[in-house]
């Protein structure tokens, strides 16, 4: 009994050890595919992020290459514009550099602001000033004086030297010279007003007074911070204008132009009325009195119907009485 014992439980034993080694064997057989498996899944995962990664990578890349080279190109274009907006001014510079051409650049630019405002009647270019031999560049023309009109002188001026070397003087932070260069403008700008007033003030031909303008709002506005402007009008009886104030001056002159010009038609309407209504009241006149001979030409063709009829009552006796007459004879 005890050996058959031993043996089942050996047999058990050797049974279990079996068991274990297979149970072990198709663990370790089951691990190693679900090992082989997860790395395979892992390698897929894997390989999906990085193909994702570098195609995003790719695309950000190429964007922000794209980007760049966008902005690089921009960057050179402006460049280039810079480089011929600055030979544009070089070249501007040196044409204004002429005295002439620089006037007359003044000049073209004063004359198409006037053109722009007002009426070829209302303003004269080159306009001749009456008791001397000067002309001034335009005039406006006002209505009064001996002649019917009286002539507003306005000049262009344009100081660019002294303007452009206060400019470069300020922009290189040299103060004590800006302080000389403006000094200069001023005086620059005085000159030009007398030169002005001495030139094309004349009343009764003109106003007592002339215009100076200043083709930029710059210049202009320096002649304002200099102090320059309440002088010249002082002194000289030069007002300064840039190209805003004298659109605003000639803006005025022309509401003027209109409320006088309203004014003369209403006065020719009202002279019109008053002669509309004298010539009703004399037709009125004439219709009464025609209305009268009419009333007395038929009295008087009443009187001589009744005449008429008397003639004819006459007549009538005197044949019957030439017919009794005859009877009697017979």
Same mark, same amino acid.
Request: with cysteine.
């Given at each position: 009994? $005890? ?40 390698? #897929? ?8 990664? +570098? ?7 190429? $964007? ?9 190109? #921009? ?5 280039? /514009? ?11 510079? @040196?044409? *204004? ?8 650049? $003044? ?48 000049? %262009? ?34 000159? !030009?007003?007398?030169?002005? %007033? ?18 930029? !709002? ?7 911070? *200099? ?6 009008? @002082? ?6 204008? $840039? ?22 038609? +209403? ?35 009443? =009187? ?7 003639? /004819? ?10 017919? /009794?007459?005859?009877? *009697? =004879? =017979?």
């Amino acid at each position: 009994l $005890g050996q058959n014992v031993t043996g089942i439980l050996a047999e058990t034993a050797k049974s279990g050890a079996e068991n274990m080694d297979k149970l072990k064997d198709a663990v370790e057989q089951k691990l190693k595919e679900i090992s082989e498996t997860s790395e395979k899944r892992l390698d #897929q995962i894997r390989k999906t992020v990085d193909e994702q990664l +570098s195609d995003m990578l790719q695309k950000r890349l190429t $964007g922000s290459f794209k980007q760049v080279s966008d902005q690089l190109e #921009q960057v050179f274009r402006g460049m280039g /514009e810079v480089k011929s907006l600055a030979t544009g001014v070089v070249d501007l510079k @040196r044409v *204004l550099s002429n005295v002439k051409v620089r006037g007359t650049w $003044g000049e073209i630019q004063l004359g198409s602001l006037i053109s722009s405002i007002l009426s070829p009647g209302q303003y004269v270019r080159n306009a001749d000033i009456k008791g001397t031999a000067e002309r001034v560049e335009y005039a406006i023309v006002l209505p009064g004086g001996p002649d019917g009109r009286v002539l507003l002188p306005i000049d %262009s001026k344009f100081p660019m030297e002294d303007y452009l070397k206060k400019e470069e003087l300020l922009d290189s932070g040299n103060k004590e010279l800006a302080k000389d260069a403006m000094r200069f403008l001023a005086k620059s700008i005085m000159a !030009e007003a007398k030169r002005i %007033s001495d030139k094309y003030i004349s009343p009764p031909a003109t106003t007592d007074f002339a215009v100076m303008y200043l083709p930029t !709002e710059g210049l202009y506005a320096d002649a304002i911070n *200099l102090r320059v402007f309440e002088a010249c009008q @002082r002194d000289y009886h030069v007002t300064i204008a $840039g190209p805003s104030t004298l659109s605003a001056l000639l803006n005025s002159l022309q509401m003027g132009f209109r409320t006088l010009a309203i004014e003369k038609r +209403s006065g020719e309407v009202l002279k019109l009325l008053e002669s509309a209504k004298k010539a009703f009241s004399e037709f009125t006149f004439a219709i009464d009195r025609t209305k009268k001979s009419l009333a007395a030409a038929q009295n008087n063709l009443e =009187e001589a119907s009744r005449k008429s009829r008397s003639i /004819e009552k006459q007549l009538a006796g005197v044949e019957s009485r030439g017919a /009794e007459t005859s009877a *009697l =004879e =017979e």
